[in-house]
């Protein structure tokens, strides 16, 4: 998915009007979401966690969109065509539809709810992603994670892995990057990263051991939660900062509550991110942008279709975004 905003300034450091319940005791911090549009007269509307002045980054997540459900005889379905990315790896996990994804390191493959998909980026790569006539309705997120400095410029690389489904405590949870509740994902990671989709039933309340070194994201999808002492609703993420070696959820409702759980020990670096590239310097943009727009091979074999055009620069120097001081 591409960060398709048409004022790229917003994506300097604009942010939601967020929720500040939040309190020492409950060590929850709750990020509300923005909605954006992603482009075309039809644009698929999507909502924006991460990044925001609140947070940048959870480990080394540093985007977080999430959209539908999304009927697609009325919204179009996802239609992104070949975009590129430097400096990070997209991850896609569908709750439901089915998406083709096509890139220049020559892979053809589809995404359906239960599977994911890996992109690393690195020095470049280019890709297009579209909802197929067999996906009625579209819905589920688009994940992005940067790469540390010694891997950025990492050959491109595409992994696609269906995890198992683990059942605990009233709970469905597929890991599909990490470690959690016994299951473990073989998916290659430049950091330590934890990403599942947890499936809580109807007032059950779930205990998960988890990393104390990680810093922890909770993003519901439907249902309310109660994480620890403070409870989350549809859209909303919930971050722990490092120090937690449990995490209690709690579904409050008389259905099933669907999440996705996000961590990471804390990224030591800062970043420099516009549009779909990640860097260190104005510079790193500023030629990223350049390559792209000259159709250099950086970001290989150009695919067939639309070409999605980067937009301006900014007037002003592109400046590295940074988290709050952990806690």
């Known amino acids: 998915m591409s960060s398709t905003e048409a004022d790229a300034a917003a994506l300097l450091g604009?942010?939601?009007v967020e929720d500040d319940r939040s309190t020492g005791a409950s060590r929850v911090d709750v990020l509300s979401a923005r909605e954006v549009p992603l482009g075309g007269p039809r644009a698929l509307r999507v909502r924006r966690?991460?990044?925001q002045r609140k947070r940048t980054l959870i480990g080394a997540w540093c985007f977080a969109d999430h959209f539908g459900p999304h009927g697609?005889?009325?919204s179009g379905g996802m239609n992104m065509p070949q975009h590129p990315h430097t400096g990070l790896q997209t991850v896609s996990w569908l709750f439901s539809g089915e998406i083709?994804?096509?890139d220049t390191l020559g892979t053809h493959a589809l995404i359906r709810p239960g599977q994911m998909n890996l992109m690393t980026g690195g020095y470049g790569i280019a890709h297009s992603e579209v909802s197929t006539p067999n996906a009625a309705v579209v819905h589920g997120v688009q994940l992005w994670v940067a790469l540390p400095g010694e891997h950025r410029d990492a050959d491109r690389d595409f992994q696609h892995y269906v995890p198992e489904l683990a059942r605990v405590d009233g709970a469905g949870i597929r890991v599909f990057l990490g470690s959690l509740a016994g299951s473990t994902s073989p998916v290659r990671t430049f950091t330590p990263l934890l990403g599942a989709e947890i499936v809580i039933?109807?007032?059950a309340i779930l205990t998960l051991a988890v990393d104390a070194a990680f810093e922890h994201g909770l993003l519901v999808d439907s249902g309310d939660i109660r994480l620890l002492d403070t409870v989350l609703r549809p859209a909303e993420l919930g971050y722990v900062a490092?120090?937690?070696?449990t995490l209690t959820l709690v579904n409050e409702t008389d259905a099933p509550a669907r999440t996705i759980l996000l961590g990471g020990?804390?990224?030591g670096e800062e970043i420099v991110m516009w549009w779909n590239f990640i860097g260190r310097s104005h510079e790193d943009i500023v030629k990223a942008r350049e390559d792209w727009e000259a159709s250099s091979d950086r970001f290989g074999e150009e695919l067939p279709g639309r070409r999605l055009p980067a937009p301006a620069l900014p007037n002003a120097v592109i400046t590295p975004r940074r988290n709050p001081?952990?806690?």
């Open 49 to 51: 966690t991460l990044p």
């Open 201 to 203: 039933e109807p007032h």
């Open 265 to 267: 020990p804390p990224f």
């Open 14 to 16: 604009s942010a939601p």
């Open 242 to 245: 490092r120090g937690a070696d």
């Open 72 to 74: 697609v005889a009325a």
């Open 100 to 102: 083709e994804h096509r």
């Open 325 to 327: 001081p952990t806690r």
